[in-house]
């Protein structure tokens, strides 16, 4: 398991807390800052490889369609959660509580998806 395996995880846990919390707490400031560290834990993790931190780079021999597919819902993750907090200012807790759901089952789904597609297909 990589570094960044390691910190994909840890930042899904942390998320994952942190929604468990929301739905408990109503949407509480607190929970949504512990999903927030899950969220930027994963940002970090997969753009400072692109600013040169050689550390977090996986060592990964090419792409495939599998690992494509993960890196642009990845994106379609983050999105869903900023809209999340959007709505959430806006005061609808019920679409706020809908879209974190969402992005629990997209962001196990794109993990998953990235996992698969370098581990189990071949990359080129």
């Not at 509480?28 to 977090?56: E, H, N, Q, R």
């Not at 969402?102 to 189990?120: N, S, T």
Request: contains cysteine; proline residues 2%; glycine residues 8%.
């Amino acid at each position: 398991m990589s570094i960044n395996e390691i910190f994909y995880t840890l930042a899904y846990c942390i998320f994952i807390y942190g929604a468990s919390s929301s739905f408990r707490e109503n949407g509480s400031s607190a929970s949504v800052v512990i999903m927030l560290c899950g969220i930027s834990i994963d940002f970090l993790t997969s753009m400072l490889p692109l600013a040169g931190v050689d550390f977090l780079k996986m060592d990964v021999g090419g792409t495939n369609a599998v690992i494509v597919f993960a890196i642009v819902f990845g994106f379609c993750v983050w999105m869903l959660f900023a809209a999340a907090l959007i709505v959430r200012t806006k005061g609808s807790l019920e679409t706020y509580h809908r879209l974190i759901t969402v992005v629990q089952i997209a962001w196990f789904i794109d993990f998953i998806a990235f996992l698969w597609g370098i581990y189990k297909f071949p990359v080129q």
